[in-house]
């Protein structure tokens, strides 16, 4: 039986999603907890893809085969999956799918959000929102994220791109959503190379400062060379907020799903 | 010159306030800090008081004597410290004081404020909440809060107590706020027990869960004796939320300073 499981993680003290020698990573411990849960058989789990060293994820996908096992119900495997994994590791739901159901093969598409804060920073905030004074200038802001929808060659902003791949990819939606201090940068895609929400929000941010206007945004853009892009935004503003597996879920996303932390 | 500071902290990878060997501590992050800004001359950090291994602060208090060092300004050490500093400990405010405040002696109260959870768990208030299925009996809780009010006698709620220390203290404020899921137990008070807030909130869910009521609660409180009650609360539920220096801004708090993490 195929398994198709939604995860959310705090990324801060993971080397991101996938296995990798001498780090953390999410996959890892999920991978290791849910060989114990099946006595022991080793157990592979795929994911959407992959998010980087520090990137949070409200509701990551993957999925997983069940190997022949004593009667263990989906509840029964989400409680103790979150008996077993460290807390900042949640199985939010889990559910039976067919198997031609591929946690990465069949993505539609996927909402990424970065967080900025202006306002004051506190332990809690500054792990889940980069601290940037003066992002300010919405109304260029705006203009910067509508000019990024549609079919876009974003060699720009990527990074350690194979040549040969192509570097287009279609943004459906990217919007700011602005509540007291925090930015909501949210991008809505059918798919996203390397790097390339912070690529693109390493750039928003001197919009946001009023260094460049949204012109001079463009101009990177089309221009489809990296270096003519801002630094890369860190990694502990990003979350992965959703994942679409169908036409009429597709950008269907709820910000309040994200930490909204409250600063003094 | 002796300067004041407030300081936020993430209690998750610490071993609490107090420095101790072989564990992470905040005092110790903090004096090592300031120490490299004072040109590694040692600096002493006294804090309103203890927190424990895994305790949240939301504003610690603290103070520290400058030694002679050239000219820095209060906003110039905020910005060092912070850059300095992990993320999970973030200088609030700092501020000069006269010779004669002291941050442990002359607090007057503080308002401890411990977070359940009775909604789904995710990655992020996992940290930050008790995850506590079925606190519903709200009404039983707010009696039982009401019974804690005034000088008691807490030696029920306290664990390791030195038995010639005299075991009463005042509770000014003991009460509930609801939001959703989530329940905010808040309690106000002159001075705490060691444990005290966590022993109380460890019989306070079994109010909450139905288990017993506001009497079986007042019983418990009345025994004197720490075997009559249930097990002390994990640590992650708790914050310090504010601590207290002058009759004007005693038991004024905003529970807004307290994470709430939107639970999807």
């Not at 939604?6 to 020698?21: C, E, K, L, V």
């Not at 495997?77 to 939010?92: E, T």
């Not at 004074?133 to 720009?156: C, P, T």
């Amino acid at each position: 039986m195929r398994k198709k499981i939604i995860i959310s993680y705090d990324g801060t003290n993971y080397g991101g999603w996938q296995i990798q020698p001498n780090r953390n990573t999410i996959q890892e411990e999920i991978e290791k907890k849910l060989s114990m849960l099946y006595a022991w058989q080793k157990i592979r789990v795929e994911a959407s893809g992959r998010t980087d060293a520090g990137v949070h994820a409200i509701a990551q996908t993957a999925h997983y085969d069940e190997p022949d096992c004593p009667n263990l119900n989906n509840e029964k495997i989400l409680k103790a999956m979150n008996r077993m994994l460290p807390r900042d590791i949640r199985i939010i739901r889990i559910e039976d799918v067919s198997d031609d159901f591929h946690a990465r093969f069949s993505v539609l598409g996927k909402t990424y959000v970065y967080v900025i804060n202006s306002g004051i920073e506190n332990a809690f905030n500054s792990k889940y929102s980069w601290h940037y004074n003066g992002f300010k200038n919405i109304y260029e802001v705006r203009k910067s994220l509508k000019i990024l929808e549609g079919k876009q060659d974003f060699s720009s902003f990527t990074v350690e791109r194979n040549e040969i791949d192509n570097p287009e990819r279609v943004i459906t939606e990217a919007k700011l959503v602005s509540r007291g201090t925090y930015h909501f940068l949210c991008f809505t895609g059918e798919g996203f190379l390397y790097k390339m929400v912070r690529s693109i929000v390493g750039s928003l941010v001197f919009v946001g400062a009023g260094k460049i206007d949204s012109s001079q945004f463009k101009d990177i853009l089309l221009k489809k060379d990296r270096r003519e892009a801002f630094d890369t935004a860190p990694p502990h503003g990003l979350f992965l907020l959703k994942v679409y597996y169908n036409d009429e879920e597709y950008g269907k996303y709820d910000l309040n799903d994200i930490p909204v932390l409250r600063v003094r």
